[in-house]
């Protein structure tokens, strides 16, 4: 069973930087692709950002540039890097996986597993 656990979120100003980690377990993480999405009160769940097992990258037109995922298979984490954070970016930040040796799309239905999510929220 694929558990994932996020953890980073948290207040900030605007312009600021937090990073998001992503805890894997039960599973073997380096077998999976892994996504980064967010949801802001009232609108859909959205694309952040996704990686593969090898470390090719996708990026929303969004955050492109802000925002960098990495991550650590030794660790089984999952990593995301934001920053010069803006106001609209506040959202409930959710890691989901999926196995694959290929760089899943953007949409919610292509993963499989998903942690509970981690705030983040950015003041003007």
């Known amino acids: 069973q694929v558990q994932l656990v996020e953890s980073g979120g948290g207040l900030v100003q605007g312009g600021g930087s937090l990073r998001l980690s992503c805890a894997a377990s039960?599973?073997?993480?380096?077998?999976?692709?892994m996504g980064w999405f967010r949801q802001a009160p009232g609108k859909e769940r959205e694309f952040a950002s996704a990686i593969s097992w090898s470390g090719m990258t996708d990026y929303a037109d969004s955050v492109k540039g802000r925002f960098t995922v990495s991550r650590d298979n030794a660790k089984n984490t999952l990593y995301l890097q934001m920053n010069s954070l803006k106001p609209e970016d506040t959202a409930a930040y959710y890691c989901a996986a999926k196995r694959s040796f290929g760089l899943v799309g953007r949409f919610v239905n292509e993963y499989d597993y998903w942690g509970q999510g981690t705030q983040v929220t950015v003041s003007s």
């Open positions: 039960g599973c073997t993480f380096s077998w999976y692709a």
